[in-house]
């Protein structure tokens, strides 16, 4: 295999999916699939009952990711600080390898969207985003935190630089991690006509902590990423050419809408493997939790 | 312009405040894809209403007003009551008190039954969320944690256990007043809920008064058999957990 550089001290932990209600059960029967966890923070923040049994359960089994949607880094509006102290509960009952969210507002002037909203790419919308950052890296300096690209589908008048510009300046100065989501780059590329290879390129590979792969809806005239597909050729195109650029990176399978029987995820999740062992070859699979 | 103004706009657009076209072009952007944002936001708490008030939103879609009642009914509550939680499932949580308010107001469809049964459902909810955790080992007869006691107007158990069966053609009951009782199973987690009886409500006291089955026979007067069938039968349910 290539070399595993720990980005930001996080090992390559192979080829995961996200935890989903209908597989609750079904996924602890397929460790030999699965090599990590990833899950959605806010549908275990201080949950009882089930959830919070099967936290336990996937914490103990599997290494564990937290990625959240409701941090809203780039609003205006402060930092909610009732969801910061839930997040940290979560995190220090979980220990997860690392944590993230969006590059995104999904709230403002007290209204949560529950969508992603994208920040204009301005030097403004940059200082302010990567001053949040810090504050949440703060609150848990001992565990990377990451910001995902997400998928937008307007670009505003007011941007002042490109994504990738916005993004490498912003990893850079706040000293995050990026979750790349390499369907959300070609979901991008096509809607907003850009080289979704150069896109990659232009990133800072060393930042790279994680990976995400999806399916979407082209609906024609727009590509919706709806995490509701299987993931298509030229995604995993575009995937084996993140990882002949940047070298083998934890990746996770997300499939959240219209969600399919175990086994069609785990094949998929054998597919994204197989494409990425292609790449970089045979890995070792990360150690049972309680021995890392 | 500002982050700021930009996010008001954005605000403003997918909040309703401001048409599309015209807030696409303050921010110079396609407005086919600035929609994409505004019908995103109403999609997802309309289903996340939807998935936690089934019964209701069957209930009022069935009125004589029908779908046209539930569209309406849902419009106004996203205007009167926007989302203000990062969790996606409270969106649903003012629904009962709104309902309630329409119905104070007069509003045609809108029966004190539906008010009934949202308050039913959404109580179902937060059990299922319950933070407690139920001991799987109790030293003395001890109440589930997540019991929730819920006074109605109207018999809704009855009506929600046909619904949990698969029966849809379901007549509202007729008015009385009623205690629900809800609780989280100690295994299995999922919701229970049983009209309050004479049977669970003194294993309820038992418990909570933390006496033996010999104490409460004592106190009640009751033989100790009943007394053991009664905190049996509570035992069972999930309502009370013993050693």
């Known amino acids: ?292 | 312009m500002t982050l700021e103004q930009l996010q008001r706009l954005m605000h403003d657009v997918v909040k309703q405040g401001v048409e599309v076209d015209a807030g696409a072009a303050a921010l110079g952007v396609d407005p086919a894809r600035l929609r994409i944002y505004r019908n995103f936001t109403r999609t997802h708490v309309r289903t996340a209403l939807e998935l936690n008030l089934p019964m209701t939103r069957h209930l009022l879609s069935e009125a004589p007003l029908g779908e046209t009642l539930w569209e309406s009914l849902y419009e106004d509550y996203l205007r009167a009551c926007p989302p203000r939680s990062w969790e996606l499932n409270a969106a649903a949580e003012a629904f009962p008190a709104f309902l309630e308010a329409q119905l104070d107001a007069g509003r045609d469809g809108v029966t004190h039954f539906a008010v009934c049964l949202a308050a039913f459902e959404w109580a179902q909810f937060e059990t299922l969320r319950h933070p407690a955790t139920v001991p799987a080992e109790v030293d003395a007869t001890t109440l589930n944690p997540t019991l929730t006691l819920l006074q109605q107007a109207y018999p809704v158990v009855p009506y929600a256990a046909r619904w949990s069966r698969g029966e849809r053609d379901l007549s509202p009951p007729a008015p009385a007043d009623s205690i629900a009782l809800l609780f989280r199973h100690p295994t299995r987690h999922h919701c229970r809920f049983y009209a309050a009886s004479d049977v669970l409500l003194f294993a309820m006291k038992v418990a909570h008064d933390g006496l033996s089955a010999q104490q409460a026979a004592a106190a009640s007067g009751q033989p100790l058999e009943a007394v053991e069938a009664a905190l049996t039968e509570a035992q069972r349910t999930g309502l009370i957990l013993r050693p």
């Open chain 1, 1 to 292: 295999m290539t070399d595993t550089p720990k980005r930001l001290g996080a090992p390559f932990l192979g080829y995961g999916v996200g935890l989903r209600r209908p597989h609750w059960d079904g996924v602890f029967e397929a460790a030999d699939r699965v090599d990590f966890l990833e899950i959605l923070s806010e549908n275990f923040m201080d949950a009882g009952g089930e959830p919070s049994v099967v936290l336990d359960r996937a914490a103990e089994a599997f290494p564990l990711v937290l990625h959240g949607t409701a941090l809203s880094i780039g609003s205006v509006t402060p930092l909610d600080t009732d969801y910061l102290d839930a997040l940290d509960r979560l995190v220090e009952r979980t220990r997860p390898l690392w944590f993230s969210d969006h590059l995104c507002f999904s709230s403002a002037f007290g209204v949560e969207y529950h969508d992603l909203l994208p920040v204009p790419f301005t030097r403004e919308a940059l200082d302010h985003v990567v001053d949040r950052v810090r504050q949440v890296q703060a609150r848990q300096p001992n565990i990377p935190f990451l910001l995902e690209n997400p998928s937008y589908y307007v670009e505003y008048g007011a941007n002042e630089m490109s994504e990738a510009e916005f993004l490498v300046e912003l990893v850079t100065r706040a000293d995050c991690g990026l979750l790349l989501d390499v369907n959300n780059v070609y979901v991008n590329s096509v809607n907003h006509g850009y080289d979704a290879r150069a896109f990659i390129d232009a990133l800072p590979a060393e930042r790279v902590v994680q990976l995400h792969m999806a399916g979407h809806d082209d609906l024609g005239d727009v590509i919706i990423d709806t995490h509701g597909a299987p993931v298509i050729p030229p995604v995993l195109d575009l995937f084996r050419h993140t990882v002949e650029r940047i070298g083998p990176v934890s990746t996770l399978l997300e499939w959240d809408n219209a969600l399919p029987p175990l086994e069609t995820l785990l094949a998929q999740n054998d597919a994204v493997r197989a494409a990425g062992v292609e790449v970089h070859g045979p890995y070792p699979r990360p150690e049972p939790r309680g021995q890392r």
